[in-house]
């Protein structure tokens, strides 16, 4: 009985990775082929760029050829011609080289987390957008029973004003309800163009045939450690570390090696008839030097570097603070949405017991099926109301969601 326990656990276990696989291969595609296709050039050139600074040590070679007319002898003009390749290549810098390899690694990783960051936060907007027009869907239909109920209330006000037991301003209250109540509808129309509007600049699927995910609240560890905004900044922080250190460098001794190999005409001024050439027409020239800057700035521009530095490392500090708070704010509106949905639910209850009632006095005669049919609406007022508060509750979970890795 225990193994078939643990089995069924194992098989709940699949099913959720399966389901959210799912969920995640659906969601990470309901972005327009030409928005997921800019992020993917965004990602390539960040690995050309990224390549391209880790090798920026490596000076380039020369090549060079020339040819040279010369009228300086009475013989005649003279012409000549040489072909060279020179290189001067640093082999040294205090450690610059090293750092900058590793300057150009952090570079890369940052900017894949910023790169990732934006996908995910427009994928968290497309999303977004599916919960909202849900959402809208259920106000509309929620308006529709209020307005139902203020015309029932008219109605009645109206025949307790033609005999005298109304005043006119409780009258003159329920229609301007109505018509408020009529203006929010059109609103909420509006605003479902709207929202239809800002989905198509963002995908290219069609909302209704999209399946929206059923979002959990993550631990706050897993938030911690696959924050992107914080992985961004902790790499932001190592990237600034690593220049730092190339700065340094920059102003401290190299070792550079030089070499050139020349395949040119003699100068026919050194040229002499009947004599052994005194000189090769190739050749190499090589040799190495030391350098080091002097440079009034030198101080400025590393201390530049330090405060750049501890300017990440501190931004590093105030984004765990804002996670956590981020982490606590949305477990704190959860907890009054769940507030929320457990009084729509008792007023559900209280209402259904009341159209039970209302029905049961109307098969009497003391209540009219308007009365029955103001507790009916006001019931399904109650759970569309549960429904929103649901809908609201993943819009809050999606705000930590779109800033973890490897979900959706």
């Known amino acids: 009985m225990k193994g078939l326990s643990v089995l069924k656990k194992l098989l709940v276990v699949c ?9 995640a291969d659906e969601l990470s595609s309901i972005l327009s082929k030409n928005k997921t296709l800019m992020f993917e050039y965004d990602l390539k050139k960040n690995e050309l760029e990224s390549d391209k600074l880790s090798k920026s040590w490596i000076n380039p070679v020369t090549l060079r050829y020339n ?18 390749v020179y290189i001067d290549q640093p082999i040294f810098r205090s450690g610059g080289i090293y750092f900058a390899m590793k300057y150009a690694d952090a570079y890369r990783s940052t900017n894949k987390a910023n790169i990732v960051l934006q996908k995910r936060q427009m994928i968290g907007d497309a999303v ?29 006000k ?7 037991l109304l005043d006119s301003s409780f009258l003159d209250q329920a229609i301007l309800k109505k018509s408020q109540d009529e203006a929010t509808l059109l609103e909420l129309q509006l ?22 995910p059923k979002l959990k609240l993550i631990t706050k560890e897993n938030y911690k450690s696959q924050n992107l905004e914080l992985k961004k900044d902790i790499k932001y922080a190592e990237e600034t570390d690593y220049l ?47 350098s080091m800057p002097l440079d009034i700035n030198s101080f400025s521009d590393i201390e530049s570097s330090k405060v750049s530095k501890l300017r990440a490392a501190t931004q590093v500090l105030d984004r765990k603070e804002t996670v956590n708070e981020e982490y ?12 929320k949905i457990i009084l ?22 003391e209540k009219t099926t308007l009365d029955s049919e103001i507790m009916k609406n006001s019931q399904e007022i109650r759970k569309l109301d549960q429904k929103i508060y649901s809908i609201d509750k993943q819009i809050q979970l999606l705000k930590l969601y779109i800033r973890v890795e490897n979900v959706l």
């Open 15 to 23: 099913s959720l990775f399966i389901l959210n696989t799912l969920y």
């Open 67 to 84: 040819r040279r007319y010369s009228t300086q002898l009475r013989s005649g003009t003279t012409k000549t011609g040489n072909y060279s």
């Open 128 to 156: 977004s957008i599916l919960f909202q027009l849900k959402k809208n869907a259920f106000e509309q239909r929620k308006m529709k029973y209020l307005i139902a109920n203020d015309k029932i209330d008219i109605r009645q």
């Open 158 to 164: 109206k025949d307790s004003y033609d005999v005298g």
């Open 191 to 212: 605003n479902l163009l709207e929202l239809n509007q800002r989905f198509s600049l963002l995908s290219d699927k069609k909302p209704e045939k999209l399946n929206l």
């Open 244 to 290: 730092s250190k190339v700065t340094v460098a920059k102003y401290l001794p190299t070792v550079s090696l030089q070499g050139e190999y020349i395949d040119g005409d003699i100068n026919p001024a050194f040229d002499f008839p009947g004599q052994e050439p005194r000189f090769n027409e190739k050749y190499y020239n090589y040799g190495f030097s030391v």
């Open 328 to 339: 606590q704010w949305i477990r704190n509106s959860l907890a009054i949405l769940d507030k």
């Open 344 to 365: 729509a639910r008792k007023d559900e209850k209280v209402y259904g017991n009341l159209y039970t009632l209302t029905r049961n006095l109307v098969t009497a005669g």
